[in-house]
Nanobody, 123 residues
Framework: VQLQASGGGLVQAGGFLKLSCAAPGRTFSSTTMGWFRQAPGKEREFVAVISWSGGRTYVADSVKGRFTISRDNAKNTVYLQVNSLEPEDTAVYCC?????????????????WGQGTLVTVSS
């Protein structure tokens, strides 16, 4: 089952977006969820992770203080609020469902991925 990420777009530096991740027809309220990004010509990079309850979150140092991960299990949706965007944040952002409750910062800890949503930040 694929995850569907949405909410990307073109914004100016300093702007913000709210990315969403949903899984039509699937419930992942008991699953750790993560966000990763991949910029052109670069490797996939961990961005943020949230536990199944939302009680524990962790974000990469490169986005700490600017990005926030959250979830609404009633809506079966995970969010990534991205603020104070910089041109270096330009990437395709993908959400992923963890393969265990302890999934963390490595992409091989996740077994279900979405197609991603493109965030482009202009200077």
């Amino acid at each position: 089952v694929q995850l569907q990420a949405s909410g990307g777009g073109l914004v100016q530096a300093g702007g913000f977006l709210k990315l969403s991740c949903a899984a039509p027809g699937r419930t992942f309220s008991s699953t750790t969820m993560g966000w990763f990004r991949q910029a052109p010509g670069k490797e996939r990079e961990f961005v943020a992770v949230i536990s199944w309850s939302g009680g524990r979150t962790y974000v990469a140092d490169s986005v700490k203080g600017r990005f926030t991960i959250s979830r609404d299990n009633a809506k079966n949706t995970v969010y990534l609020q991205v603020n104070s965007l910089e041109p270096e944040d330009t990437a395709v952002y993908c959400c992923a469902a963890g393969s265990s409750p302890y999934s963390g910062t490595y992409f091989d800890e996740y077994d279900t991925w979405g197609q991603g949503t493109l965030v482009t930040v202009s200077s």
